[in-house]
T-cell receptor
């Protein structure tokens, strides 16, 4: 079993829909990261969470430390949101490695 | 300056060539990472440098040779690569916080013929 599990693996939505991507982890962490990668592109950090909830524009990320679960929500989805969304966790300790989930391929159709 | 830059963007090389990938950041970050990413897979960690010293080597073949000449620059020297080494090579850096927020570069798309 992977230490970081994401669901769903693939998600297709119509423009305007509310989207949720889930991430569960099984190890101790200092932070959970949501990353975005467009086709052929580099990776952008969307959120880094250690507790609670963060919002940036149409994106919202939540984390439940007790349940070891996080969700990424996209409100009013748009075709430009089409990308791979990756959940990753970092253990305590600076300069340590990230453990990545397998990613969720999101396609938003107009 | 809040970005990580990587050069070249694309690289095509033969199996007998020697080439280098370059990564640069001017955010004062003291940990820098090399990742390899194959299509439709998450990044795989290759190396980590902390304060210009190699702190993690994920048993990477010796045909990949990292170098950190100063706190802003990270190189990856390539020699005698195989076609299966074709991938996107990503660099990232981490600032002096305990939560390891990583700033990624745009990557170098490497093709080995």
């Amino acid at each position: 079993k992977n230490e970081v599990e994401q669901s769903p693996q693939n998600l297709t939505a119509q423009e305007g829909e509310f989207i949720t991507i889930n991430c569960s982890y099984s190890v101790g962490i200092s932070a959970l990261h949501w990353l975005q990668q467009h086709p052929g592109g580099g990776i952008v950090s969307l959120f880094m969470l250690s507790s609670g909830k963060k919002k940036h524009g149409r994106l919202i990320a939540t984390i439940n430390i007790q349940e070891k679960h996080s969700s990424l929500h996209i409100t009013a989805s748009h075709p430009r949101d089409s990308a791979v969304y990756i959940c990753a966790v970092s253990p305590p300790g600076w300069g340590s490695r990230l453990t990545f989930g397998e990613g969720t391929q999101l396609t938003v159709n107009p | 300056d809040t970005e990580v830059t990587q050069t070249p963007k694309h690289l095509v090389m033969g199996m007998t060539n020697k080439k280098s990938l370059k990564c640069e950041q001017h955010m004062g970050h003291r940990a820098m990472y090399w990742y390899k990413q194959k299509a439709k897979k998450p990044p795989e960690l290759m190396f980590v440098y902390s304060y210009e010293k190699l702190s993690i080597n994920e048993s990477v073949p010796s045909r990949f040779s990292p170098e950190c000449p100063n706190s802003s620059l990270l190189n990856l020297h390539l020699h005698a690569l195989q076609p299966e080494d074709s991938a996107l090579y990503l660099c990232a850096s981490v600032g002096a916080t305990s939560n390891n927020e990583q700033f990624f570069g745009p990557g170098t798309r490497l093709t080995v013929l």
